[in-house]
Each structure stands twice: as C-alpha cells, then as structure tokens.
C-alpha cells in the first residue's frame, strides 16, 4: 500500500504543478539580471545568464521543456532562502558554492547538471533542501560547516565524484522507493547525520559512517570498504545490503542489524553485536565471503550465518572470536531446509527522513453477519515496526475507504460494523494508523469482510455429553441446590472442571485496561489465559503465552 501511495503522490504533484504559477516576473532578457527580493521569477524560453545576482527570498521556476544555464557561480545573500522549481533543465558550466539557504524542487520532468555532471556543489547556506522526483548529475556534493540538510530523493540522482558533510552539519539523506542513485566516490556521514536508503543505491567505493546511521529497506550496494569508527556508528539493514569491500572498525556500542539479507566480503570489527529480529516469526541472514572476526561479540537472535562457499559452520563463519550466541542463531539453515522464518528483502516500507520505522497496520478477513460487529482490526497491527501491539492509546485509526457504505470502522474502538441489511457478499475497507507520538508516520491496511448470505446466523455447538464423560466435581451455585452424586447439581453437568449457575449474578473476570494487561510480567503468561479488557471492551484470551499473544473474541464463530 505504501508503494502505492508514494506513486500517487509523485503523479498527483506533477499533474497540478506542471507549470509556474504566482509569476511577478516572467522572461528577463539581462544576461547580469539581479533577481529581486521576494520575487517569483518564470522562465518560460531558453536563457542564459552570465553573472546574474540574487537578492533574498527569490523563486526561480523553469517550465518543462525550457533549458536555462548560468555561466558562472551564483551569488546570494548568506542564510537569505533562495529557491527553484524546476520543470526544465537547469546547467551550470562550473562547480557551485552557495551561502543562500537553498530549497530546490526537481520535478519528474526536470533536471540539474552541474557542469556536465562533473562539477562540485557545496552548500554553505544554513537551512537547505533538494527534493529530486527527475535527473540531479554532478561530481561532488559537500555540505559545509553548520548546515542543516534535506535531501529527499524520489528520481534519479548520479554523483559522480564523493558526498562530503562538515563534522558540524546535520544531514537527512533519503532516496526514496522509487529512487535510484549512483555514487562513483566515498561517502562520508557524522554522528549528526542519517542515510536511508528505500529505493537502489550503487556505490563504487566506501563509506565512513563516523557515528552516523544508515537505514536500508531497499537494495544498497557498495563496492568498497566501510569504516563504522566513530560512536555508535548504525547500520539496520531490512532489505539487502551487499558490501564487497572490507568492514572494519566497529566499537563495541556500533549497531549492526540485519533482517533482510547481508552480504559482506570481509569483516574485521571491534566488538560490536550482530542483531538480529527479537521475533522468531523473521530471520536475518547473513553471507560471508571469508571468515569474519567478531571477538566477544553478542551475536542474535534469530540470524543465519552462510560461508558462500564450502561448508558452514561457527569455525567456518568466524576466526579469532568468541561470539556469545543468543537463541535461534543458525548456519546455512537453507541446506537443511530448517529455517525458522524465510529470508524477506522488500519489507515495504520506508523510514521518515528522521529514520523512525512506522507503524504496521496489517490485512485481516472477518466473517461479520449483517447487523454485527467484529474485529478489533488493531489486534494484528504494532505501533512500530517490530515494536509494541498497537492500541486505541499509542494510534490514531482513520478510515480511507469502504467498498459499501454499509461496512464502516468504529475509529474509537477499532471495530468494524456491518450494518442490518448488508446483501450478502465481499467487502474491503481500508484503514489507516499513525503513531500518536508522531502523527505523520502512518502505514495502511486492507481489511476483506465476508457478510454471510441471507439466513445465515452464528452457530453454536453443543457440548459433547455421550460417551465416556466426566462430572464436573466443583461447583458455585446461587439457587441453593448442590448435593454429592454423579447425578445431582454439579456432577449432573458432564466435561467441566467447574460449573457457575445464577438466575441473578454475572460471572465477572479480572478487568484490566490495556496498560494493566501489558504490564503482566511474561514470566506469568499462559496460552489460554484470559481477562476483560475495559479499554477495548472485550474478553480477551492469549492464544500463545507472549506479550504479542492476546486476542478479543468477539466473532461468533464455529471453530474446529
């Protein structure tokens, strides 16, 4: 759904802003134009400037199909906002360096070449944004000394030469899902900055991630070697990440996890860990080229350990080390067919530019009969990525649409209603949930509902009570009427453990709200065990004795 969406959004955006609009100037004709304060300026035929000069808070808009060059360095006024939408293409014969705040928009149809792709581009502007949905080619890209960044990349982005940021500059760095960037140089990160990587990214040489973090749900290649020194250097790896250089360097507090698929030549770490999903439901495999050195590192849970030649095992695998080995870490599990999850490299999501994994809204099927509810649709679903269940508390729940206006979703309990005289047959609803704490990070969901053909109820089974059964011995009766013997009140009530009977009174079980629930230690959860959740107003059972177990029965149902 996500990757849906994001195409939308990219169409959708070209499709309404395919020309400049708010022109208070349109076509200057000096080639040493002074763009003005505040102005909108629309170049709607080919122009060349030659040293043109810029005053503060200016727009430059290139319509599609019109090609403007500038001959020389652009002058602007320092941390003054200067920005471009550009449908066109836009040259620049030599390397830039800008100390204007810079916000530029390429859209689908446009392009920047910075000297035929191989001039330099250093911003030195506080504030600065590129959002690139078309073709961005140049040699190298510096940020400099106390700038902020943005770099969201939906297009095409080819640098040619190495991306460079300051020990003082903060860098968001994005290629998005349908992205796609060529990296020829070295790319050197901070410990202020994040890389993520959701589309392709192809890198002929290295990283230094000095302290910095990268995020990859896509397809991340890098041909050289990766230095993770510096503190806490990060790599999360969702999709599948190749390194056929060296890693080297890797303290003790550098993260590496992985739970798609990580392929690397050489590795000869510190003593980081090796971190793999908390969950056995998913697996990250790792592929070795050589034998790796890892010291006394932790290395788990769940991750499968391969030699890409010859066989595989902890001798094989890892030299010089002394790893700590933590549950359901494996060898090539794939030759025994024993794996306990199957290796996934397109999770389908993206992180926000700030590297928080989203939410999981997750499908679901409910049988409701019309004039019923079921659900509740967040009992599959977690607040974040790999993180805890997601509640009516930590999301928000909003409904996209119905395919019948019938079928609707309670957004304050997370039910989904059937309304009386709903014709037989199936439905979808889609919902979306997003993070309370940061309502902007969001995942969707499809949910398929089966409304029973007319005459159809809920069936009820009856007790098995032939055979060889058994009395029930203990018994709670408020009508006054228990007596010893197979045939009496309780023994006469065969196959139960206990029997309650009451005329007047309910038979009420612990009642605990979401929080009291996720507060039981996990040591005293049970498969079966049971309670009435007040915040969801339902009885809920654990079906599998972990914190992820709990369910709402609230679906009339014949099991078998």
Known sequence: MRKIVLLTF?????????QCVGCTVTNPSDPNYHFPDNATVCISSNMTFNNPTFGSNVKVCIASGVTVAFQNNISGINNAMTYFDVYGTL????????????????YSSGNISMNSGNGNFTMNGQQNVIVNEGLIELGVLQFGDNTDNIIDNYGTLNINGNMNMSNSAVT?????????????????????????????????????INGGSIYNTGIFTAGGDINLSGNSSEIYNFGLFTSTGNMNNAPADAVIYNEGKLSINQYQGGNAAFHGPSSSSKKGYIEVNNAIQVNNAVIGPNLDFKRSTGVSDPS?????????????????????????????????????????????AVDDTYTIPAGS??????????????????????????????????ISLNTSTGYVTVAPGTPAGTYTLNYQICQQGNPTNCDTATDTIIVPGSGTTPCYKPAVTSGSVLPANMGITALQRAQPGDANWPGA?????????????????????????????????????????????????????????????????CPD
Not at 386 to 391: D, E, F, I, L, S
Request: with cysteine; net charge negative.
């Open 10 to 18: 990219i169409f959708m955006s070209y499709v309404l802003q395919a």
């Open 91 to 106: 040259l620049f014969t030599q390397a830039i360096t800008t100390v204007a705040d810079l916000n530029v928009h390429v």
């Open 172 to 208: 968001k760095f994005r290629n998005e899902v349908s992205g796609f960037i060529s990296l020829a140089g070295n790319y050197s990160n901070n410990e202020n900055s994040i890389y993520i990587n959701c589309g392709t990214i192809n890198s002929n040489s290295g990283f230094n």
């Open 316 to 360: 094989t695998v890892f030299m010089n080390s002394n790893p700590t080995y933590l549950t359901n870490v494996t060898f090539d599990c794939a030759s025994t067919n024993s794996c306990s999850a199957p290796l996934i490299t397109d999770p389908g999501f993206c992180t926000t530019i700030n590297g928080n994994l989203p939410p999981m």
């Open 373 to 406: 509810f079921a659900g509740i649709v967040l009992d599959n679903d977690f607040e974040t990525y790999n993180g805890p269940q997601a509640t009516i508390t930590n999301v928000i729940i909003s409904q996209i649409s119905t395919s019948n206006p019938n």
């Open 493 to 557: 009530r065969k196959g139960a453990w206990i029997a309650l009977e009451s005329k007047t009174k309910g038979f009420v079980l612990n009642r605990l709200t979401d929080a009291q629930v996720t507060a039981i230690p996990v040591t005293d959860l049970k498969e079966g065990m049971m309670v009435y959740n007040t915040t969801q107003n339902c009885l809920q059972v654990n079906i599998d004795g972990t914190p992820t177990g709990w369910r709402c029965f609230n679906n009339q149902t």
